[in-house]
């Protein structure tokens, strides 16, 4: 359900700046603004998402279920908050840092099950990484 | 042509040029062969690296990612019944019984000979139809251009697989978002809401690393891949009858792949089906099929390989992408500001010639690197995921905040991975929102000068004749595709792998 929902939210967002941006009262009298084509777009997103809402409601009534994310259990939630943790930690403790941690934990959670092996490989990719986008690519790092 | 060829050739030669088509043909082999890591993800990964190279080098490589990794998907397809994506489910069927019968080598052999010889003829059918449909499309105004975008636009309900409504609002969803920003002819801001950091709008990079790269590596790590292959591969190459048959089934299945390559949305998913169905009735002995038939290996990979070189024609000459791989390709020519479109020919001749003729080469060095080293390749199937997939994910924060140098663009990424994830979960198709999401301002833009030239007439689209006919030929094709599809599925569950 929280894809539809999401949809319908970006459906009204759109319906709301297109009328906004709308020079005209009447709609379709400004094709050419950067109104209209957000709004009509928008329009048939919205047609979308409510048959998609309504569609998932007919199917609860009927008894079917979506597959369960359940992303506080599996190794794809634990994966993803990491990443996150990841991002905030490079703005504070700095690339170096938080990718040899990172590269560490996210090992264990795909299923490593040696520290060691964990730091050995977390600190190898890590310097490998700034070995190659740093000094051969001298791309900017985070 | 020939002469643009030959220049290409030239050009192609050059060492850096063949090394960059070397590391993207060994490269696409190798995430071919890597059941968790598809293509799409890498393409999607390694852009923004590419964005530091020039725009040629970097075009060969991320081509030569996305047919080499259509030879190297047959590997695991062949080896352990997992196919690396949809377009291989058709050479498991076949291919893993040849592994049980102690003819690996040989379903691998042909699945890449089959292979060259689908790109080889690919990439000529290309020199030869790619200069004289951009040349056509020279003359095409904003109309036109409008019905090119929404024939292109119509693949978003091939893309949407057996659930059209769910693609169809994908594709929706990924128009609206495109629109975040600033208005790029009126200097507007639009869906901002104020806040300063949507000004800029979501940069397609970032999206596609998420979507692909993170939900990835997201979704493979529940799936738990641990199939790994010990046996034999027998002898590599067939003999006799066998080959002969082989042969001929490439060739069908290359003639398959290159006319269905160049419609959009008639994605190599659904041609290798096509070509696998084709072959069965056209055979003496159908009821073999599923039993271990090399025409069942050889039609397939062929379709597919042809599939995805046909691909480059409508990209190259009209900027339309018919793939969602093509749809990166084409968001890379566009970062480095090469024209999307017929002027591609005119204005950058040597690049595409360049491009062109490093498809040749790449092909010979795929059948080099496939044919003796197949051994090599089935031993990287060994590398655990549990190293694979931080080194994606780390690769992906690089490439997403290297592109602006902003972490909104890393947040981007994420926020896009875990939409992503969540879609592959609930069976979502992410294709065609990345295909509104980058055919949308196009799109827009031909429509509002269309309609400013016409004076406010939306009757232009149909007074334009070339307009009209891509307008009914989208039309014809979103029935067509309909139909197509509900028989590949049909098909898909019967014959599908184990």
Request: glycine share 12%; hydrophobic share 55%.
């Amino acid at each position: 359900m929280a894809l539809e929902i999401i949809l319908l939210v970006m459906a009204a967002a759109g319906i709301y700046e297109g009328v906004r941006l709308s020079k005209s009262v009447l709609l379709f009298v400004d094709p050419v603004g950067p109104g209209w084509y957000l709004f009509f777009m928008s329009c048939l997103l919205l047609v979308c998402a409510i048959a998609l809402l309504i569609k998932q409601f007919i199917g609860r009534r009927a008894g079917r279920r979506e597959v369960g994310l359940a992303l506080h259990k599996g190794p794809a939630g634990r994966a993803l908050i990491l990443l996150l943790l990841y991002g905030v930690a490079i703005i504070y403790a700095g690339y170096v840092v938080a990718s040899a941690i990172f590269f560490i934990l996210v090992q264990r959670i795909f299923g490593e099950r040696s520290w060691i092996r964990c730091a050995v490989i977390g600190v190898s990719i890590m310097g490998c990484f700034y070995f190659v986008f740093s000094y051969l690519a001298s791309m900017p790092l985070p | 042509m020939e002469l643009g060829l030959l220049d290409g050739f030239a050009r192609a030669f050059n060492p850096m040029n063949l090394w960059y088509c070397f590391l993207g043909s060994m490269l696409g082999t190798f995430v071919g062969v890597l059941p968790a890591v598809g293509p799409a993800a890498t393409i999607a990964i390694l852009l923004p690296l590419t964005a530091y190279l020039n725009p040629t080098q970097s075009i060969i490589m991320l081509a030569g990612i996305f047919y080499g990794a259509m030879y190297g998907g047959s590997t695991t397809s062949i080896l352990m019944n997992i196919p690396g994506e949809a377009a291989s489910v058709p050479t498991c069927i076949d291919g893993y019984q040849m592994t049980k019968q102690g003819r690996a080598g040989e379903a691998l052999a042909i699945a890449a000979i089959g292979s060259f010889i689908a790109g080889t003829v690919g990439a000529l059918f290309l020199s030869f139809a790619a200069p004289l449909l951009a040349e056509f499309a020279l003359a095409f105004g904003s109309p036109e251009y409008f019905g090119l975008m929404f024939f292109s636009l119509t693949a978003l309900f091939s893309f949407s697989g057996r659930d059209f409504l769910r693609g169809v609002s994908a594709g929706l969803a990924g128009i609206v978002l495109a629109t975040v920003g600033i208005d790029p002819l009126s200097g507007t801001q639009r869906m901002a809401f104020g806040i300063p950091q949507f000004l800029s709008g979501f940069d397609v990079i970032p999206v596609l690393i998420g979507l692909f790269g993170v939900a990835e590596v997201l979704y493979s790590a529940e799936e738990q891949i641990v199939s790994v292959y010990k046996g034999k591969l027998g002898r590599l190459l067939p003999r006799g009858k066998e080959l002969t048959k082989g042969l001929w089934a490439s060739i069908r299945g290359t003639v398959i792949g290159i006319i269905t390559g160049v419609f959009p949305g008639l994605m190599p998913s659904v041609v290798t089906f096509i070509a696998y169905d084709i072959e069965k009735r056209v055979s003496k002995y159908p009821e073999k099929f599923g039993t271990g038939v090399i025409e069942g290996v050889a039609s397939p990979e062929a379709a597919n390989n042809a599939n995805c070189q046909a691909g480059f024609i409508p990209l190259f000459a009209l900027g339309i992408p018919t793939t969602p791989i093509a749809a990166m390709l084409l968001a890379s020519l566009m970062i480095y500001g090469l024209p999307v479109g017929p002027m591609l020919f005119k204005q950058h001749g040597d690049f595409a010639w360049t491009v062109i003729a490093s498809m040749y080469i790449g092909n010979v060095m795929l059948l080099i690197l496939n044919l003796p080293l197949v051994g090599l390749w089935a031993r990287l199937c060994l590398i655990p995921y549990r190293i694979i997939g931080p080194i994606v994910l780390g690769a992906v924060m690089v490439g997403a905040y290297s592109i602006r140098n902003s972490m909104f663009d890393v947040w981007s990424a994420i926020l896009f991975g875990l939409a992503g994830y969540v879609m592959k979960k609930r069976g979502w198709p992410i294709a065609p929102l990345i295909l509104g999401f980058i055919l949308g301002p196009l799109m827009e833009q031909h429509f509002r000068a269309s309609i400013q030239g016409s004076g406010g007439s939306l009757l232009i689209f149909l007074k334009r004749p070339v307009c009209a006919v891509f307008i009914f030929l989208g039309v014809l094709l979103i029935l067509m595709s309909r139909k197509l599809y509900s028989k590949v599925s049909i098909q898909e569950e019967a014959d599908g792998p184990k």
